[in-house]
């Protein structure tokens, strides 16, 4: 049980003598008095003195020089020569001793409930305890509402403070962006709130009682998103990776506007070329779900995965499948890159970075060079990465070029491959062929960082998104067909074959960003029947089908609600969730 009394209430309940205990206590305590001298006038009469402007005041207590120190209207008149700081500082003392009351002992039981004490003295209780409830609207422990006490301590017990926290990160090698937790000055606020002597949760607690409390939370935050499923609809996502034992792992997850939750990992390394196999588990994970509430399902891009997709969508029919659309982008970027004349350039652009990098000399060099960035190093895995480390290159043209043809570069000529190095960087057909397939690969690599955004769903982008690619292509090569063929042909192939859905076609048609668009009208006509799929698909045929259809129409025409001018404001603002 807490007891949150301020310095007045502690004051006024002390056993020794109200009337001289009340005064020496306040003389001692008050931060106030440090800016006031009290004296005697001509008649005996105790009068206190403003230190800064030397006016006298006669009666009216403590809080009245606060109010003449801070300059609030009213009573007094506003002292005019005291520092700003100190001006604020008293200010905001006489404002919380006005809001918290003096008189009202407040007992915080640890139910949460609170226990109002009996009048002190001749002022009410009620009305200072309504005070103190109101200014601590939102509790007691709100880090949005700091102490004054902690407002005022000095920079040095600040910093101190702080450092101590910063140790325990480092020394517990606790990842820095761990401070921009929202939980974080959750945790700071529990902890100051507690007072002296708290030493926190046990290495047992942590992993026992704890671990067992926060899973009873979070299943409680899991269970409030099955409303959002059964109302909104969800997505079920299932990603495949293999652990250091080579098992094979399925991870499901679902989504919804609400937020992504966790359903269960599972061991199918003995089910994983089972296409019926993996069918029963996704439908095992369907049901934990629900089947009505759900709208897609993503699979890893694998002969059986599609198999198995299929054969869950026969089972149940109003469940769309797809691949992942992240994991299609990267394998456009694959057939990109094994064509001759790209693979050939990504080869020498990888040769001048390891050239770079296998030598202090010219590393140290270009490191020198004002505003100077590293070159970005192509990854394993990604093929992505290729044409990332290819734009990285293209950027550094000029520092590379001067690097070659310095003086000091000369010495570096007897090493092996430094004459094909300096003949490539020197080549400006070389950095002309870096040039077009950046400008090609750029649209291809915003939508893969598109589709693989966290954050917010990118169903509704990808349509849009391949339209963008293959109408940037042809502009870049000016329409003519024989250069340009050989790229579309390998979107088209990858695009055409597993990922042009109808459910990406009415995401794309649904998306109020480029419905109001003038461009792309026969696009636009073309995913109106991948809609249509989907109505059939999600609806009984009955009257529904034709109010849907009816309101469809209304939002692309922008008629009623659709047309008025908040609702069209929010377009470019909101995204579709």
């Known amino acids: 049980m807490a007891i949150i009394m301020d310095s007045q209430e502690e004051e006024e309940i002390n056993p020794q003598s109200e009337s001289t205990a009340h005064s020496n206590v306040r003389a001692k305590t008050d931060i106030t008095w440090k800016y006031v001298t009290e004296a005697q006038d001509e008649n005996g009469k105790k009068m206190r003195i403003c230190t800064f402007c030397n006016k006298s005041f006669r009666g009216g207590g403590i809080n009245r020089m606060k109010q003449h120190l801070g300059g609030v209207k009213g009573n007094v008149a506003a002292c005019l020569k005291v520092p700003a700081d100190v001006r604020c500082q008293m200010k905001i003392l006489f404002e919380e001793s006005t809001q918290k009351g003096k008189n009202t002992v407040v007992l915080e039981t640890e139910t949460g409930s609170t226990l109002k004490s009996k009048s002190l003295g001749k002022r009410k209780a009620s009305s200072t305890s309504d005070n103190a409830q109101s200014y601590f609207s939102r509790g007691i422990n709100d880090h949005t509402q700091p102490s004054i006490r902690s407002v005022w301590q ?41 007072g002296h002597g ?39 996502m299932s990603d495949g990776w293999r652990d250091v034992r080579q098992r094979a792992l399925i991870n499901f997850l679902v989504y919804c506007p609400t937020g992504i939750s966790f359903i269960k990992s599972v061991d199918a390394s003995d089910i994983e070329s089972n296409a019926e196999g993996l069918c029963n588990l996704f439908s095992e994970i369907v049901e934990i779900v629900g089947s009505k509430n759900i709208v897609h399902l993503v699979t890893d891009n694998a002969a059986n995965y599609k198999a198995a997709g299929r054969l869950l969508c026969d089972r149940y029919p109003m469940i769309s499948w797809s691949p992942c659309a992240a994991h299609y982008i990267n394998l456009i970027l694959k057939d990109v890159s094994e064509m001759e004349d790209v693979s050939t350039l990504i080869q020498l652009a990888s040769r001048i970075t390891v050239f770079i990098y296998n030598h202090k000399w010219p590393l140290n060099w270009l490191r020198k060079r004002p505003g100077w960035t590293e070159i970005i190093r192509p990854g394993a895995t990604r093929f992505g990465t290729s044409f990332i480390a290819l734009k990285s290159l293209h950027d550094h043209k000029h520092d590379l070029q001067a690097l070659v043809t310095s003086l000091d570069f000369k010495k570096m000529l007897k090493v092996t491959k430094a004459n094909d190095v300096k003949d490539t960087i020197l080549d400006p057909k070389f950095w002309n062929n870096c040039f077009i397939t950046v400008q090609v690969m750029t649209p291809i690599l915003r939508l893969l960082r598109i589709c693989d955004y966290d954050e917010k769903p990118s169903l509704g982008y990808v349509y849009e998104g391949m339209l963008r690619i293959r109408k940037g292509i042809k502009e870049l090569f000016k329409r003519k067909r024989r250069n340009y063929k050989r790229y579309v042909d390998i979107i088209d192939a990858r695009w055409d074959k597993m990922l042009r859905k109808s459910l990406h076609a009415a995401a794309y048609w649904l998306n109020p960003i480029f419905q109001y668009e003038k461009d792309n009208r026969e696009e636009k006509d073309k995913a109106w029947v991948g809609v249509l799929d989907m109505i059939e698909k999600l609806t009984s045929l009955d009257n529904s089908v034709q109010i849907t259809i009816s309101h469809l129409a209304k939002f692309r025409d922008k008629v009623g609600t659709f047309g008025r001018s908040i609702a069209l404001n929010s377009v470019e603002l909101e995204r579709p969730g």
């Not at 101590?164 to 100051?192: E, Q, T």
């Not at 046990?202 to 959002?228: C, F, P, T």
Request: hydrophobic share 40%.
């Open 154 to 194: 000095s920079k040095e017990r600040v910093h101190d403070t702080d450092l101590a926290v910063a140790m325990w990160l480092y020394d517990a090698c606790i990842p820095m962006n761990a401070v921009n937790s929202p939980l974080f000055p959750i945790a700071m606020s529990k902890v100051a709130s507690m």
């Open 198 to 236: 708290y030493t926190g949760p046990s290495y047992h607690q942590v992993r026992v009682n704890l671990l067992k409390d926060a899973k009873q939370s979070v299943k409680l935050i899991v269970d409030s998103y099955r409303e959002q499923w059964a109302e909104r609809g969800c997505t079920i």
